[in-house]
């Protein structure tokens, strides 16, 4: 498996296609499209050529936002970890200082034990007629450094 920085239309069209496939399954409404710009990453994770994932990062000053989470099941672990190392290192590139998330709160457990991602709020998403869902925060510099001790 690999993990790339999508860059032409096929690129975006795979991405968004994963996420509306991804999203359908799960019931939820469709993800909107994520654009390529200065201020915005969307990482593909190939597996033999097929996009089996995808992440985007919206990058504002020091910060950054992770969205649009969209991974095939049959390659879920694997692919989040290909993912979030890949992400970690475009923040690195960019000197970004911190990270925010919105989550679902079944997968919380995995942001705080491998990145130390922090709580900061719980709710739902009211655009995606109340699914449940948590913001968390965490320092990039924590974040590698976690990740590289796990």
Request: proline letters at 4%; hydrophobic letters at 45%.
């Amino acid at each position: 498996m690999t993990v790339r920085i999508a860059r032409n239309p096929a690129d975006f069209e795979a991405a968004d296609g994963l996420a509306a496939d991804v999203y359908r399954v799960s019931g939820l409404p469709q993800p909107l499209p994520i654009r390529a710009g200065e201020d915005r990453v969307v990482l593909l994770a190939e597996d033999d050529g097929e996009v089996v994932g995808t992440m985007a990062l919206v990058f504002c000053g020091s910060g950054a936002v992770a969205t649009r989470f969209a991974i095939q099941r049959r390659s879920v672990l694997f692919c989040w970890s290909m993912l979030v190392a890949e992400a970690l290192s475009e923040m690195a590139k960019r000197h970004v200082d911190f990270m925010a998330t919105s989550v679902n709160p079944a997968t919380q457990d995995r942001w705080r034990r491998c990145l130390g991602l922090v709580t900061v709020a719980r709710g739902t998403y009211e655009e995606l007629s109340g699914v449940p869902a948590v913001v968390m925060v965490g320092s990039v510099d924590a974040m590698r450094k976690q990740w590289d001790r796990r």
